[in-house]
């Protein structure tokens, strides 16, 4: 079993800059060949994916928040990150980490663990 914990501010004010970490536990974020993700979620848009890191490092992220979205990691720690710019109300949302497991590069068992989610507001 993995464990995964989003951490960071309950509250951020527009325009500023959203940061959380996802810390987990009992796997480490290089492990072949899975895939890291960031979702969330929102009464008026439901579950968007965000992006992802991958275990080598590699990045990608919905082309609608690319420009704003950057995801990177601490391997120290086994931990890895979101940064979303600019933030406005329609940000505010429950924001998941969220393990995609692969035994390999063709794995399509999808066998993923979400941490339990950390509520965002965004309010001046």
């Known amino acids: 079993q993995v464990q995964l914990q989003e951490s960071g501010p309950g509250l951020v004010k527009p325009s500023q800059t959203l940061s959380l970490t996802c810390t987990v536990s009992d796997a480490a974020i290089t492990t072949n060949y899975d895939y890291w993700h960031w979702i969330r979620q929102s009464p008026g848009k439901g579950l968007e994916w965000m992006g992802a890191i991958g275990s080598s490092g590699s990045t990608s992220y919905s082309p609608s928040l690319k420009s704003r979205t950057s995801i990177s990691r601490d391997l120290s720690k086994n931990q890895y990150t979101m940064q979303l710019n600019s933030v406005t109300p329609e940000d505010a949302a429950v924001y998941y980490c969220?393990?995609?497991?692969?035994?390999?590069?063709?794995?399509?068992?999808?066998?993923?663990?979400w941490g339990q989610g950390t509520q965002v507001t965004v309010s001046s």
């Open positions: 969220d393990r995609e497991e692969r035994s390999s590069d063709y794995d399509l068992s999808c066998v993923h663990s």
